[in-house]
């Protein structure tokens, strides 16, 4: 199934500058003060982890976080009666060890994504049946997917997922978009619509909007030290990035991490500066002012360039903020008393190369009830969202399941839809993609530190980068940096 999860990270930060406090009524107002040897910006998976970690090496940590819940990127939806649905990132796959460790760690299970019977597919008007398992029948497609899947992967393995603009033949990727490359390499204009689609969904963007460097270094990521990272990964369910979910949904992690670092995690804090001298940093938030030794930012690149730096921060590290832009993604999920399409040995999986959704999936809790069905919107689909009204939204979206599943797609007893491009602290999932130029011009910023500012979140992971898994292993990896420091 040509579909990916959409990662976990955390988001906060907005320009500003501290309250004043220079009379009665200001001082009355004026954030608290505390201090701690580091403070995280951002409770999202990312920064959790990164707190977690220097609890348990005894370190004191504050984590700062705008919204009023933790999570960032993960969010569970209530549909009341104690059911839930997802409507931010949910899926964990082989080799994304990082997150799977991280769930056990705070007891929450996994069970597998439905994934029985047969995909849908439509193509050049025409729906037809595929095992879930398998390929799409028709031959001609068939093949020329294995062959662009081996082109993309060999062309991956010479990418270094720590440092890929030192690729051998990087200023070359990185000078072209994916969607030249692919209308170079794959003959079949079936596939190349397929895997248009599947861009949307993965990153939330076009083929003509990514870099090819950095979709193949996207692909190098999708595995892990032992593993090579593979395109197939990305898009399959069995074997995939989409094989698993986590009982309850996937912000239960989150929540849990959160619960046992108690009153570390402020929220209903973002932070609107953040100031440093050679002697410590300070980070000022709307409830708290952190005085620590480091700062660990862990949120979306997009939303860090808000913050009021003192001093400004280095101009490869503020011009990578301007050209890391979030992808565009859209949830929409209708709600059903069953899923009646597995009584078709339907999986609810679906990928086609047109319309408001390209790709679908069965998202029912493991008992069975409710039946939910959601498509992912990504992409310049996504980009008209909000031109359209709510009615006109979520009668498309009904009406486009129509053509796979039948008439009763038409009547669903709820529907709930999320736009990432409309979150404050987020603005725009499931991950900020990379431009042509950008990885040889700015990469070496990625994760460099500033000071005593360090850098964590999703997209700087070397494995697994706009996923649940990318964001934990930065944690990880950001809270050895700042210790060893």
Known sequence: MLLAGVAGAA????????????????????????????????????????????????????VLEARDRVGGRLLNHSLGAGVITEVGGEYIGPTQDRIAALAKAVGIDTFDTYNDGSNLLLLDGKVSRYPATGLPTDPAVASDIIRFIGVIDGLAKTVPVDTPWTAPRADEFDSQTFETFLNAEVRNPGTRALTGSAAKSIWGAEPRDLSLLYVLWYVACAGNASTPGSFARLVTTNGGAQQSRFVGGSQRVAQAAAKAL????????????????SRGVTVTSDKVTVTAGRVIVAIPPAVSAFIDWSPLLPSRRAQLLQRAPQGTLVKAEAIYDRPFWRDAKLSGQVIGDTGLARSTFDNSPPSGTPGILFGFVGGTEARGWNDMTPSARRDTFLKETARYF????????????????????????????????????????????????????????????????????????????????
């Open 262 to 277: 108690g009153d570390r995690v402020v929220l209903s804090a973002p932070v609107r500066r953040i100031a440093q001298t």
């Open 406 to 485: 039948g008439p009763q797609t038409l009547k669903p007893k709820d529907y709930v839809e999320k736009n990432w491009s409309d979150e404050e602290w987020t603005r725009g999932c499931p991950v900020a993609f990379l431009p042509p130029g950008v990885l040889s011009d700015f990469g070496t910023a990625i994760r460099q530190p500033v000071g005593r500012i360090h850098w964590a979140g999703t997209e700087t992971a070397t494995y697994w980068s706009g996923y649940m898994d990318g964001a934990v292993s930065s944690g990880e990896r950001v809270a050895s940096e700042v210790i060893s420091a």
């Open 11 to 62: 988001a906060t930060g907005l320009a500003g500058c501290a309250a004043s406090t220079t009379g009665p009524a200001d001082a009355a107002s004026a954030p608290a003060t505390r201090t701690a040897d580091f403070v995280v910006v951002g409770a999202g998976l990312a920064g959790l982890t990164a707190a977690r970690e220097l609890v348990q090496r005894g370190r004191s940590v504050i």
